[in-house]
């Protein structure tokens, strides 16, 4: 899906939201706004826990990650309730929130990732390494990769 904006280097994650929603009310796009506005809401949310520190790129980043988490959780209930409707308004929400996210690994260089990892920490067959190997992995893939998959890879990997 190619991206309804483009980010400015200068322009700050949440600074692009903003903006976004202010286009989005200028071209009378209601469903787009909502969502923007629910996205905008959990980011002041997190703003207001963080207190009185200031929000950081990567809080913004969580807190989208954490969004579009909830969503394909949602899309999944729905789905097997057999509620269409409310699965596809999901869905709608959330390709605006993958639009600000970064675009994700395939499983194929997850995977390389967790083997490079596994072998520099030398946790081959260790699962009390799984802690360590996970936040190395996430962190090597900069929230590139979806958690779950780096989860089935890493526990694959240490159980042999």
């Known amino acids: 899906m190619e991206p309804f904006f483009r980010r400015e280097k200068y322009m700050s994650l949440r600074e692009q939201i903003m903006s976004d929603v202010k286009t989005a009310m200028k071209a009378k ?4 706004l909502q969502a923007l506005r629910m996205v905008q809401s959990a980011i002041k949310n997190k703003e207001i826990e963080v207190r009185p520190n200031d929000i950081s790129e990567k809080d913004v980043m969580d807190v989208l990650k954490k969004l579009a988490k909830q969503r394909k959780d949602s899309i999944e209930q729905y789905t097997n309730a057999g509620r269409k409707d409310l699965a596809d ?6 390709d605006i929130i993958n639009a600000y996210l970064p675009e994700q690994m395939s499983e194929e260089k ?3 990732v967790v083997e490079k990892v596994v072998a520099d920490m030398g946790a081959a067959g260790d699962m009390k390494q799984m802690g360590a190997v996970m936040k190395a992995v996430i962190d090597a893939t900069s929230g590139a990769a979806d958690n779950k998959v780096v989860s089935q890879l890493v526990r694959a990997k240490l159980s042999n």
């Open 29 to 32: 796009e209601a469903d787009r």
């Open 110 to 112: 997850v995977k390389e």
């Open 89 to 94: 308004k999901e869905e709608a929400e959330l």
